[in-house]
């Protein structure tokens, strides 16, 4: 059976084992295909093939709900649901999303983009079928990365003890997007490696029971014999203990396997753990051997595997990731923490350096930022590396844990400001809002690769905690080394009337504009603000001698540096959510762009010069 000939989904369920194997095949060919094309989550996706094949041949879609954890992992549901001649548009404005989009398809019966949120959302979408007295399963989907985040856990814990009919699939493929880590994992890995599971399980229970009990004494020793041997021999009792019925560890690309217990989990009352073993890049060799370069990839050579576009001038995060180890050389104290992203962070260079300094918590921000502030109360000075909109998830951990004993910590907060490709859950353009009221807190944005080992420097060794942000783009070149000095910004160039401060990487642009606007009889003065908290008293009052003042960042307009300083005009991202697009598309489309800045100060400004 091939793609094309696949009429609907309802059809996989008439479909023979061979038949099955032939469509699977198709669909990493398309996959493969498509994505070399228009870049995307790839490995994650092979993985998952028939698993997702198989949980469409038992479940019925929009009636019965699938949740995705994460939803990187929802490209061949995408693909059995209707979207596929929609797969050229993948990741593009306008296009078809990367992450389950329930506007975009009633199938998806969920927006998700951040890890382990899929069995609480889950949990509330059985308990208002319930409520309602419908029918129809609830499914979540969740990866042996995501399940090791503690929001996970806490929907594992209040589901287990509700009774409620709810489905989780552990899609376990040993990685998250890097190598998994942590307790969770191990023991993941030793059920991995256990044979005759569901009978052994039964088999060790039943002699456990039999077990004799004499005397009130004697009876609690045997029921901690009891438990002993259960946690050491039997399959799944983690999952059990918290209220589960677990089946497992099943073949992930046995389709006929894996849809015989889902049909089975259905006569079952209560929650159903079904933990399922998958490869990640299966079916690619080259993704095979390198499933973290193929998570998240663009357009690149199917036969070699290499991106079509290279970029060889280096981004913030490799300037960030070299200067960190040269400071590491330097201070034994400096220690690095990431929640399960080491190469995203560009901390997988510290992590080879200096392995004995290298933390990764797994997918877990809030016990990321607390776990570093036990690491700096007890001396130590650690830099943690973490996405602008992952660390919205530790927002409490900031402030309980970090601000209020002033301590000493780092936060390098990568792909802060417009993000290309990933849409709404991933934009990092949050963070000055929800960081520059918090006491204690010092943020600053580079502008340029100079300036951010600047930054680097000066946080190290500043007494209180730490924000550099920055964007996942290319660094400006800056030839000139300033000494950074707290809540001092740079003028860039000296003019009359009308100000213009900007804020961060998007420097460049100011400067663009500048020479527009001077082309048209202006002649601004430009200011790099460097400091976002705390402000620059001394700006604020040069300031006051213009006629104008705009603001320009890549950030959300409302908690926003222009909010804080109240400009003539503050340019930046709307009260809006913003969707899938590259950053200059994005640009263009807010009118964050050189021109369209230009043109709006030739608006208000030109009008009264």
């Known amino acids: 059976m091939t793609l094309d000939k696949l009429r609907t989904k309802r059809a996989i369920k008439r479909l023979t084992e061979k038949q099955l194997q032939e469509l699977a095949s198709d669909i990493r060919k398309f996959l493969i295909k498509s994505i070399s094309d228009t870049g995307g989550h790839l490995a994650s996706n092979l993985g998952v093939v028939e698993l997702t094949l198989a949980l469409h041949s038992v479940f019925d879609t929009p009636k019965d709900s699938i949740v995705w954890d994460v939803g990187h992992q929802s490209y061949v549901h995408?693909?059995?649901?209707?979207?596929?001649?929609?797969?050229?548009?993948?990741?593009?404005?306008?296009?078809?999303?990367?992450?389950?989009?329930?506007?975009?398809?009633?199938?998806?019966?969920?927006?998700?983009?951040?890890?382990?949120t899929a069995i609480s959302a889950a949990l509330g979408l059985a308990v208002a079928r319930d409520l309602k007295n419908e029918s129809g399963r609830v499914v979540a989907v969740v990866g042996d990365g995501s399940i090791t985040g503690g929001l996970a856990f806490e929907g594992l814990n209040n589901a287990g003890r509700s009774n409620t009919d709810l489905l989780v699939v552990l899609n376990d493929n040993q990685m998250s997007i890097s190598q998994n880590v942590g307790a969770i994992s191990k023991h993941l890995n030793q059920l991995r490696t256990t044979s005759g599971y569901i009978g052994a399980k039964r088999d060790v229970r039943n002699m456990l029971d039999k077990l004799p009990v004499v005397g009130e004494a004697l009876s609690r020793g045997i029921e901690s014999a009891k438990d002993m041997v259960k946690y050491a021999v039997v399959p799944g009792v983690l999952f059990d203990e918290l209220g589960f019925k677990y089946f497992g560890?099943?073949?992930?690309?046995?389709?006929?396997?894996?849809?015989?217990?889902?049909?089975?989990?259905?006569?079952?009352?209560?929650?159903?753990?079904?933990?399922?073993?998958?490869?990640?890049?299966?079916?690619?060799?080259?993704?095979?051997?390198?499933p973290s370069s193929f998570h998240g990839i663009g357009s690149f050579d199917i036969s070699t595997g290499k991106p079509h576009v290279a970029t060889t001038e280096p981004k913030f995060t490799d300037v960030f990731a070299k200067a960190l180890c040269q400071h590491a050389k330097q201070d034994k104290n400096i220690v690095a923490v990431t929640a399960a992203m080491p190469d995203g962070t560009g901390l997988s260079a510290f992590r080879t350096q200096f392995p004995t300094r290298f933390f990764d918590v797994g997918i877990a921000e809030g016990h990321a930022v607390t776990f570093a502030a036990g690491l700096a109360k007890g001396g130590l000075r650690p830099v943690v590396g973490i996405y602008s909109s992952f660390l919205q998830r530790a927002y409490d951990n900031i402030i309980h844990d970090v601000a209020i004993q002033n301590l000493p910590i780092v936060f390098v907060l990568d792909r802060a400001g417009a993000v290309c490709s990933d849409g709404e859950t991933h934009q990092g353009l949050y963070d000055f809002a929800y960081l520059s009221h918090i006491p204690n807190l010092t943020i600053l944005a580079p502008s340029s690769d100079v300036e951010l080992e600047e930054m680097l420097s000066f946080a190290l060794s500043h007494t209180g905690p730490v924000v550099v942000r920055?964007?996942?783009?290319?660094?400006?070149?800056?030839?000139?080394?300033?000494?950074l000095t707290l809540a001092c910004s740079e003028e860039v160039e000296k003019g009359n009337d009308i100000a213009i401060v900007s804020v961060g990487a998007i420097l460049p642009t100011a400067?663009?504009?500048?020479?527009?606007?001077?082309?048209?009889?202006?002649?601004?003065?430009?200011?790099?603000?460097?400091?976002?908290?705390?402000?620059?008293?001394?700006?604020?009052?040069?300031?006051?001698?213009?006629?104008h003042v705009f603001t320009i960042e890549d950030a959300a307009v409302i908690g926003g540096y222009g909010s804080l300083i109240k400009p003539t005009h503050a340019f930046a991202f709307p009260d809006s959510f913003v969707e899938v697009g590259t950053r200059e598309e994005l640009f263009r489309l807010y009118g964050l762009d050189s021109m369209s800045i230009s043109e709006k100060i030739l608006h208000i400004a030109g009008k009264d010069m």
């Open 78 to 116: 995408k693909i059995l649901t209707g979207r596929r001649k929609r797969f050229s548009t993948l990741r593009k404005q306008g296009g078809l999303s990367g992450f389950p989009k329930s506007k975009e398809s009633p199938h998806d019966a969920f927006d998700t983009g951040h890890s382990s």
């Open 249 to 290: 560890p099943i073949d992930g690309h046995d389709t006929l396997k894996m849809a015989k217990i889902f049909e089975q989990t259905k006569k079952i009352k209560g929650p159903v753990l079904v933990h399922v073993l998958t490869k990640k890049g299966k079916g690619y060799d080259i993704a095979e051997r390198a």
């Open 470 to 483: 920055y964007p996942n783009a290319v660094a400006p070149k800056a030839n000139e080394r300033k000494k």
């Open 511 to 547: 400067a663009n504009v500048v020479s527009r606007l001077k082309e048209n009889g202006l002649t601004p003065s430009l200011y790099n603000a460097r400091f976002v908290k705390p402000l620059d008293k001394n700006l604020l009052e040069t300031l006051k001698s213009y006629r």
